[in-house]
């Protein structure tokens, strides 16, 4: 039985690492007056963190893990009416513990945001979401993250998210994942045709540019410190009067994660115009890069010259209850971390739009496994099933082990 017991032992502090295992930490500037507060996450903090940003945790002075929501610095001015999408897939696979919806954007809807209205539940769902163009190579939009179902007291409601890549893909797949052994039925899925978004940018460190043009195409290549999240960039262009060109973007750094199906969607090679009547920007959502490369079609026409691009981010904050007799500890970066799932989401529309602003300081690299967290816990449940149910085997294995030996003695001894 001493070998279970190493077994389980092991088992238990591995589920801990995995919890554990964040890369660096900053102290959140203590406030004078309890309440709500903006932190905001300096571009340095954003770029060590995961796609979506899965990997932030706050603590106390007494390591107690505290609620948050993650916030960027936008606000949509008009909203038009919603827009029906087409449901062409619509199952539950009760092995795999999740729903997959399909939808189909027949007419090529520039979408950045799905609103999906459910009947039969109130409870957080995580979301994992895919674009396509040909239902075969499909991109990463949003991984694996907890969406939070509008409360209301009747049989339906919606789950609204907004913040997803735009794009044009003609094909989207949503996959719920029912961690309580219950199905989530969807009915009908639609978008907003946002206009007037207003957006808080900060400049990211100017990147390296170099050019380089060939007989009918010039390569342009940004080169930045470290890998970050880019929202936007701009060009400085020296041309003549009047031009357009067609513009190739792809992300030179690509490693792709050997243990996804699928890749994110800045993976995907993009096209763009550039021109003399353009404002000569690119417009992207959490594009994580380090070296990205520009092939600029010239046909016969002389190369234009790239004097300078610049790199912007949207703002991002997050909001939680700070208490003023309290000392609070950001810890984040975390590849394996899983979204947390609060109950604060549900209570978000008490919370004071407008809200005072705290930042970080003292950011510093954790040098070995991070201070035990009294943590609310977020473990996905079928994942704790696997390893009782792998305990279980290991624990019937020895079990026969031990009876075919006491049985082997018993036969001796006769």
């Given at each position: 039985?001493?070998?279970?017991?190493?077994?389980?032992?092991?088992?238990?502090?591995?589920?801990?690492?995995?919890?554990?295992?964040?890369?660096?930490?900053a102290?959140?500037?203590?406030?004078d007056?309890?309440?709500?507060?903006?932190?905001?996450?300096?571009?340095?903090?954003?770029?060590?963190?995961?796609?979506?940003?899965p990997?932030?945790?706050?603590?106390?002075?007494?390591?107690?893990?505290?609620?948050?929501?993650?916030?960027?610095?936008?606000?949509?001015?008009?909203?038009?009416?919603?827009?029906e999408?087409?449901?062409?897939k619509n199952?539950?696979?009760?092995?795999?513990?999740?729903?997959?919806?399909?939808?189909?954007?027949?007419?090529?809807?520039?979408?950045s945001?799905l609103?999906?209205?459910?009947?039969?539940?109130?409870?957080?769902?995580?979301?994992?979401?895919?674009?396509s163009?040909?239902?075969?190579?499909?991109?990463?939009?949003?991984?694996?993250?907890p969406?939070?179902?509008d409360?209301?007291?009747?049989?339906?409601?919606?789950i609204?998210?907004?913040?997803?890549?735009e794009?044009?893909?003609?094909?989207?797949?949503?996959?719920?994942?029912?961690?309580?052994?219950?199905?989530?039925?969807?009915?009908?899925?639609?978008?907003h045709?946002?206009?007037?978004?207003?957006?808080?940018?900060?400049q990211?460190?100017?990147p390296?540019?170099?050019?380089k043009?060939?007989?009918n195409?010039?390569?342009i290549t940004?080169?930045?410190?470290?890998?970050?999240?880019?929202?936007?960039?701009?060009f400085?262009?020296?041309?003549?009067?009047?031009?357009?060109?067609?513009?190739?973007?792809?992300k030179?750094?690509?490693?792709?994660?050997?243990?996804m199906?699928?890749?994110?969607?800045?993976?995907?090679?993009?096209?763009?115009?550039?021109?003399?009547?353009?404002?000569?920007?690119?417009n992207?959502?959490?594009y994580?890069?380090?070296?990205?490369?520009?092939?600029?079609?010239?046909?016969?026409?002389?190369?234009?010259?790239?004097?300078?691009a610049?790199?912007?981010q949207?703002?991002?904050?997050?909001?939680?209850?700070?208490?003023q007799?309290?000392?609070?500890?950001?810890?984040?970066?975390?590849e394996?971390?899983?979204?947390?799932?609060?109950?604060?989401?549900?209570?978000?529309?008490?919370i004071?739009k407008?809200?005072?602003?705290?930042?970080?300081?003292?950011?510093?690299?954790?040098?070995?496994?991070?201070?035990?967290?009294?943590?609310?816990w977020?473990?996905?449940?079928?994942y704790?099933?696997?390893?009782?149910?792998f305990?279980?085997?290991?624990?019937?294995?020895?079990?026969f082990?031990?009876?075919?030996?006491?049985?082997?003695?018993?036969?001796?001894?006769e």
């Amino acid at each position: 039985m001493k070998q279970l017991y190493i077994i389980l032992i092991t088992s238990l502090i591995a589920i801990s690492n995995y919890a554990q295992n964040y890369q660096w930490k900053a102290s959140i500037n203590e406030v004078d007056v309890s309440g709500y507060y903006k932190i905001y996450l300096d571009p340095d903090i954003i770029s060590q963190l995961e796609h979506s940003f899965p990997d932030i945790r706050i603590l106390d002075k007494n390591n107690n893990e505290t609620q948050y929501i993650l916030k960027k610095q936008k606000t949509v001015l008009n909203k038009n009416k919603k827009i029906e999408l087409k449901i062409t897939k619509n199952k539950h696979r009760k092995f795999k513990h999740y729903t997959e919806i399909q939808i189909e954007n027949e007419k090529k809807y520039s979408i950045s945001n799905l609103i999906l209205r459910i009947v039969n539940t109130h409870n957080p769902v995580f979301v994992k979401i895919f674009g396509s163009d040909n239902l075969d190579n499909w991109y990463i939009l949003k991984d694996n993250f907890p969406a939070v179902p509008d409360i209301t007291d009747s049989d339906s409601t919606e789950i609204k998210i907004m913040d997803i890549p735009e794009s044009k893909f003609k094909f989207f797949k949503v996959y719920f994942y029912d961690y309580e052994e219950k199905p989530i039925e969807i009915t009908n899925v639609y978008y907003h045709n946002l206009e007037d978004i207003r957006a808080e940018y900060i400049q990211l460190k100017s990147p390296i540019i170099s050019q380089k043009d060939t007989l009918n195409k010039t390569i342009i290549t940004l080169e930045f410190e470290k890998p970050e999240f880019i929202d936007m960039i701009t060009f400085r262009i020296s041309g003549p009067e009047y031009y357009l060109r067609k513009v190739q973007m792809l992300k030179k750094d690509t490693i792709s994660n050997t243990h996804m199906k699928n890749e994110f969607y800045d993976q995907l090679k993009k096209e763009f115009y550039l021109g003399s009547l353009k404002s000569n920007r690119i417009n992207l959502y959490d594009y994580k890069a380090k070296k990205i490369e520009f092939i600029v079609e010239n046909k016969d026409n002389q190369p234009l010259i790239f004097l300078k691009a610049n790199a912007y981010q949207l703002k991002n904050y997050i909001v939680a209850y700070l208490n003023q007799d309290n000392k609070y500890t950001l810890i984040y970066g975390n590849e394996k971390a899983n979204f947390p799932s609060y109950d604060l989401p549900y209570f978000k529309d008490t919370i004071p739009k407008i809200l005072p602003e705290t930042s970080v300081y003292n950011i510093k690299k954790i040098n070995g496994a991070t201070d035990k967290i009294n943590k609310i816990w977020t473990f996905p449940t079928s994942y704790l099933w696997y390893i009782i149910g792998f305990l279980l085997i290991v624990l019937l294995l020895i079990s026969f082990k031990l009876l075919k030996e006491r049985f082997g003695e018993t036969k001796k001894t006769e």
